[in-house]
């Protein structure tokens, strides 16, 4: 099926280790988004990029970075990971401009539960 | 600074009757746009209805609606005829220009529906 797809589903890290989360579309989005949901606080922006070879910062990009691979591809790594991190991240896609936004929205993966221990 | 504020934690509506749940916003931008998505248990996010800061007249889509005041800075979303599965958690979300960047969520809201 069309959409995003979002690997892996579950990752348990430990203090200090790393990983990288990795996103891929195919709907030829050009804006891409990595967020963040913990209980009780909704959704919360990590990075985005608005076109490819564009990054830019969120809410909330501490401890993280990410990389445009290409058009299809927003990867998010961290790079000492901690306790704090341990969330629900969801990577999501939109068309920039244009009827896509007011029609689909923001398209989002499925997610990718991390537990740091 | 932009912020989305939904006041209801929970609420609950018998089946096949309305609800609104409500959503209020802050933003100096005279360009935004205002977006509701749905999260059922099984976790995904589904986006339900948009709204421009500049449209004219209130999105509707399906059984969906938005109302949308805008000297109030309120985007309520009204859910008629209820259904089981319509419960779930409703966000709803920012965006800082209509073209969709940089989008911020409220909290959410959970929905139970009553048979």
């Known amino acids: 099926n069309a959409g995003v797809t979002q690997t892996p589903k579950f990752q348990v890290l430990k203090t200090g280790q790393s990983m990288t989360l990795q996103c891929a579309q195919d709907m030829n989005h050009n804006s891409m988004y990595w967020y963040r949901q913990d209980p009780g606080m909704g959704l919360r922006l990590i990075y985005y990029?608005?076109?490819?070879?564009?990054?830019d910062k969120g809410e909330v990009p501490n401890g993280y970075n990410v990389s445009r691979l290409n058009k299809r591809e927003f990867s998010l790594r961290l790079e000492s990971a901690a306790p704090s991190q341990t969330s629900v991240y969801f990577c999501a896609s939109s068309d920039r401009q244009g009827q896509g936004l007011r029609r689909y929205g923001y398209t989002f993966g499925s997610g990718t539960r991390l537990t740091v221990v | 600074a932009q912020k989305i504020t939904q006041t209801q934690p929970g609420m609950f509506v018998q089946e096949k009757e309305a609800v609104t749940l409500d959503c209020t916003y802050d933003t100096s931008d005279p360009s935004y746009g205002l977006f509701w998505y749905k999260q059922p248990s099984s976790g995904e996010m589904i986006f339900l209805i948009y709204?421009?800061?500049?449209?004219?007249q209130n999105a509707t889509e399906g059984r969906y609606s938005l109302n949308f005041q805008k000297a109030r800075k309120s985007a309520n979303l009204v859910i008629s005829a209820s259904q089981l599965g319509d419960s779930a958690m409703y966000f709803c979300a920012m965006s800082r220009n209509t073209g969709g960047f940089k989008t911020i969520f409220g909290a959410g809201t959970r929905l139970f529906v009553k048979a």
């Open positions: 990029s608005a076109s490819e070879g564009t990054t």
């Open positions: 709204q421009g800061s500049y449209d004219q």
